[in-house]
């Protein structure tokens, strides 16, 4: 922990910049060293200049304190760029941050196949449609399904991912702490609990517009490919994947219709070579090989109709449910079974109470929890917490 320290000082110093860091750090070895060397050694990094040698004499380390006592306080955790965990993938970009701040468990991403899913904050029905629908493939075909958390088709993406019970991971613009948009806090939440949240910004830091393309190198530096559901013809997906290509990295799109202004970024993409999407495994089949022991075909499922952006549309009328009916009534799965008769009808119950209650794997019962919330059978409260509204006859 007192080493972290200096890591926060280094991350956090104003004046420099990631490349600067990254010279420190390949100069001196450690951000201890770069805290104790004098201007003169500082001088003789590589690219550094004396305005940046010169911020470097601020050796505060208040700020540092404070923030490891914000993590402490917020249950994350700090990955350096010197860390074994911190992924191999990432680190090969051309600008890896030093550091980052983790809420959940972090998958082991250079034996992942990971895809980065983007588009548009202003998507049409059709492109959340989309997102779910892929979100959901590529989960339950093993990959891990990556977002930048905005509205539209990030959320719809990692919805799906999570309604598969997959794993998914979400990148923030932000601190952890801050949920942006605020509508999202809920995913948040369910993410950090199947996956993981990750942001190069410490707890407390306010979304800024200019943290969202800078965020966007770990969407596609994490990922072995880049997914673009839906954008118009200038959107941040397409910054994605852009970057994406510089990294080497495989750029894949949805088509849209030729008069659509959402889908025109897309269509474009794949004119210009980008790989055609229809279903999860138009994608995943590039990596079914790489990745033997992840990747399955058979399991590449649609989202259930019942449970898609779609139905939800065409709801006209709230589902009548009986106040008790049978598990066969209700074509309830053993999962969804076990939690409903964990819950209670008047005291709400936390996610991680019925997790430990039950036994049941975390993104099983998370997964399990979103169905019967869909089918009007369980309320979900303030706090991820949860009460029944029917009971199960015996």
């Given at each position: ?110 034996e ?64 952890l ?5 605020a ?84 269509n ?87 997790i ?17 919330e869909?089918?009007d ?18």
């Open positions: 922990m007192s080493a972290l320290k200096y890591w926060l000082w280094l991350a956090e110093l104003r004046g420099l910049n990631n490349q600067t860091r990254l010279a420190l750090l390949r100069h001196f070895g450690t951000p201890e060293d770069v805290f104790y060397a004098d201007t003169g050694e500082l001088l003789l990094t590589e690219g550094i200049t004396r305005e940046q040698a010169l911020a470097l004499e601020n050796r505060d380390l208040s700020a540092a304190d404070a923030i490891l006592a914000d993590c402490q306080r917020l249950n994350q955790r700090i990955l350096t760029i010197q860390d074994a965990e911190y992924p191999g993938r990432l680190k090969n970009i051309y600008d890896p941050p030093c550091l980052l701040y983790i809420r959940g468990h972090l998958p082991s991403f250079d992942e196949a990971a895809v980065a899913v983007v588009g548009t904050r202003g998507c049409t029905p059709y492109g959340v449609a989309c997102a779910e629908r892929l979100g959901y493939g590529l989960a339950s075909a093993g990959a891990v399904v990556v977002s930048g958390l905005a509205r539209g088709i990030d959320a719809a993406a990692s919805r799906g991912a999570l309604l598969a019970g997959g794993i998914a991971v979400g990148v923030a613009g932000c601190g702490d801050v949920y942006y948009p509508e999202n806090r809920g995913l948040y939440e369910d993410i950090a609990a199947a996956g993981a949240l990750l942001s190069e910004y410490p707890p407390g830091a306010r979304p800024d517009g200019r943290h969202f393309p800078v965020r966007n190198r770990i969407l596609s530096g994490l990922s072995v490919a880049t997914l673009v559901v839906e954008a118009p013809e200038r959107s941040g997906a397409l910054i994605t994947a852009g970057t994406a290509l510089e990294q080497g990295r495989d750029v894949f799109a949805v088509p849209g219709p030729i008069d659509a202004p959402a889908s025109a970024g897309c474009r993409l794949i004119q210009e070579g980008a790989g055609l999407v229809t279903e999860a495994w138009d994608l995943l089949r590039e990596y079914a090989e790489r990745f033997p022991a992840k990747l399955h075909r058979e399991e590449a499922r649609e989202i259930p109709r019942t449970l898609g952006y779609q139905a939800r549309q065409k709801k006209e009328e709230p589902r009548l449910v009986p106040p008790s009916a049978s598990a066969a009534e209700l074509g309830l799965t053993d999962d969804q079974i076990v939690l409903l008769r964990l819950l209670d009808a008047e005291e709400p119950a936390l996610v991680d109470d019925l430990e209650q039950s036994g049941i794997p975390t993104r099983r019962v998370l997964s399990a929890l979103t169905v019967l869909v089918d059978l369980i309320r979900q409260h303030s706090g991820k917490r949860y009460t029944r509204i029917v009971s199960l006859k015996e």
